[in-house]
């Protein structure tokens, strides 16, 4: 592993709350929606980036699919193989940076949800190559033709909430759609400074093509709120649906 990164840090510090979060309580209906979404027969190899504490990974693992989870945080993996123990199913977990990974087999299916990896940008990463390089790697993990869905940050928010002092301030730059900020990784703890990576629906499709993917869907996705629906301007998170080509 290479020197530790200001998000792995901050998640570190994160997981013994992480599941505190209010968007971590629709845990089996999202499974629920990513199941009927991707159509996977019994026992498909599903691949989970970013996956955190592992609560998607986990309820896919309980449902019968063999699941491998990805994430950069050392301390979130461990809740996540905690969490697996304690449910008696078993998950595949790899600590890997999802900018920099490959996998030995293809899966039939990934996810890559609520900002476990795509658009978190260390203080040096560029917003644009950092979540292509998560989408190059994930096409190159899918088997062709394999779905996969995402949830990335919803820029049409961004745009509404900023004003020209946040530009001013360094807070967001319209230009990348990136908010960068301090926040404190849980309480009583220091805050630390992260960036996020927002991203305009038009952009998205060119992503994607981009990294091997074609585009299927892009929906209202904020978390306790999926559905086939349009983006609503001011909501958190857009979904994305999108297929590895077949060559």
Known sequence: ?????????????????????????????????????????????????GCGTGRHAIELARRGYSVTGLDLSAAMLARAAAGAEAAGVRVDWVRADATRFTMPEPFDAAICLCEGAFGLLGPGDDPVEQPLAILGNIARSLKPGAKVVLTVLNGTASLRRHQNSDVAQGRFDPLTLVESGAYPPQEGLPPMEVRERTFAPTEVPLLCRMAGLSLLHLWGGTAGNWGRRPLDLDEMEIMVVARRGDG
């Open 1 to 49: 592993m290479q020197q530790e990164s200001t998000w792995e840090a901050f998640f570190d510090a994160h997981a013994p709350v992480y599941e505190e979060n209010e968007f971590t309580k629709n845990t089996v209906a999202e499974v629920d929606f990513l199941l009927e979404e991707l159509d996977l027969p019994p026992g498909a190899s599903i691949l989970d980036v």
